[in-house]
């Protein structure tokens, strides 16, 4: 089993750059990609970015130039910088952890769920 920790998230004004964290733990030997997902209310649960341990990264269109994925693997730990935040950005993220596919994080494990709010 694999275990992970998301925190960071909150109330944020528009324009601001909070981080997110998720630490890994557990049986991740097998796991070699990271990433977060986000869920808006009423839409679907969609790729924000993923990492592989490699260092391969993979963004959405929406995030490019704005949001900034990285990982410290001695630490099983992804981090999610998110600069320029606008209130269409307000969503449950989640950490994702499995394997990757061309680059993208196949997810065999999720996080609880952190929320990010932004406000106007």
């Known amino acids: 089993q694999v275990q992970l920790v998301e925190s960071g998230g909150g109330l944020v004004q528009a324009g601001g750059s909070p981080r997110l964290s998720c630490a890994a733990s557990g049986s991740i030997g097998s796991l070699n990609a990271m990433g977060w997902y986000r869920q808006a209310p009423t839409k679907q649960r969609e790729l924000v970015a993923s990492?592989?341990?490699?260092?391969?990264?993979n963004c959405a269109d929406f995030v490019k130039g704005r949001f900034t994925i990285s990982r410290d693997n001695a630490k099983n730990t992804v981090y999610l910088q998110m600069n320029s935040l606008k209130p269409e950005d307000t969503a449950v993220y989640y950490c994702?952890?499995?394997?990757?596919?061309?680059?993208?994080?196949?997810?065999?494990?999720w996080g609880q769920g952190t929320q990010v709010t932004v406000s106007s």
């Open positions: 990492i592989t341990s490699g260092g391969r990264i």
């Open positions: 994702a952890a499995g394997t990757s596919l061309f680059g993208r994080v196949i997810p065999h494990y």
